[in-house]
Nanobody, 125 residues
């Protein structure tokens, strides 16, 4: 019903910045939430940030608060994650996830039905 394509990953040194993009296509008009999760090698998926499709509410993990900023451009059906002051512990595969359910727990990976293919972020010290 919805397809997601992420871009913007790469390799940077600690303190650097990257901006991730997630473009949605298909049935986007009824989306409730667009989110970012990440998974480091050997670790569980971790919630990073989310934004309601209306843009009225944003959510951040404590580990990224003050460094990452989520935003969306509804005209382009795209959500962005601006990542500043990157740290080596931010190294992970980053995934965009969306859902239509307004009652889901936005921080729970299992709540989302639609996922992108992931984009790698590597931060060196």
């Amino acid at each position: 019903q919805v397809q997601l394509v992420e871009s913007g990953g790469g390799s940077v040194q600690a303190g650097g910045s990257l901006r991730l993009s997630c473009a949605a296509s298909g049935r986007v008009s009824s989306l409730y939430i667009m989110s970012w999760f990440r998974q480091a090698p050997g670790k569980e998926y971790e919630f990073v940030s989310a934004i309601t499709w209306s843009g009225t509410t944003t959510y951040y993990a404590d580990s990224v608060k003050g460094r990452f900023t989520i935003s969306r451009d509804n005209a382009k059906n795209t959500v962005y994650l601006q990542m500043n002051n990157l740290k080596p512990e931010d190294t992970a595969e980053y995934y965009c996830a969306v859902d239509y359910d307004p009652d889901l727990d936005v921080r729970e990976v299992g709540e989302y039905d639609y996922w992108g293919q992931g984009t790698q972020v590597t931060v060196s010290s």
